[in-house]
């Protein structure tokens, strides 16, 4: 268990609608990353945040949004929806930059 | 821009073969590698952080080594449950997030 919480687990929605993905990261990091892969693409680094910032961006669409709350807690919004937006989510996070990320089980987004 | 290729793409073997992964990359500067193994549904998990070339690290029967353009991990006498997909990503300079490889899909037969 990496300590990094996603929920949920499963979710299946229809194009054009919105969902929010939400991750609370293992106790004591700050820093927050937001992963997406799909099987022809991978782990592609979509947004950090750190402390409630956003530090650095990704290959994220302006369709997808996110945000890091006092409580550390980051919430990835996606919203227009496509269907090749289907793809697993994960949420990954690390004490401090250089160290090593810790992800969670993903969240799975099945667009029909 | 940073740039991981691992070979092969799967790699099947019996119990007790032993064998190797290769992680070749390109950054402006390392500022780590990281190595992970991920199983069907799951996250990756974290294995191995290498800092500099000539640094190895070991963990049961994997070991992992770092040169100054590739990765190893060596599998030693690999078991059914060392099966899963092993994926190897790079920090740069300057950077703040990690370069994910396609990875290495294991699978170890009994």
Redesign the interface.
Known sequence: D?G?TQTPKHLITATGQRVTLRCSPRSGDLSV?W?QQSLDQ??Q?LI?YYNGEE??K?NILERFSAQQFPDLHSELNLSSLELGDSALY?C?SSLK??S???????TRLTVT | EDQVTQSPEALRLQEGESSSLNCSYTVSGLRGLFWYRQDPGKGPEFLFTLYSAGEEKEKERLKATLTKKESFLHITAPKPEDSATYLCAVQGTGRRALTFGSGTRLQVQP
């Open positions: 990496s990094v990353y992963y991978g782990l680094f950090q530090r650095a990704g994960f990954a930059e250089g090593p990320l810790h992800f969670g089980n993903g």
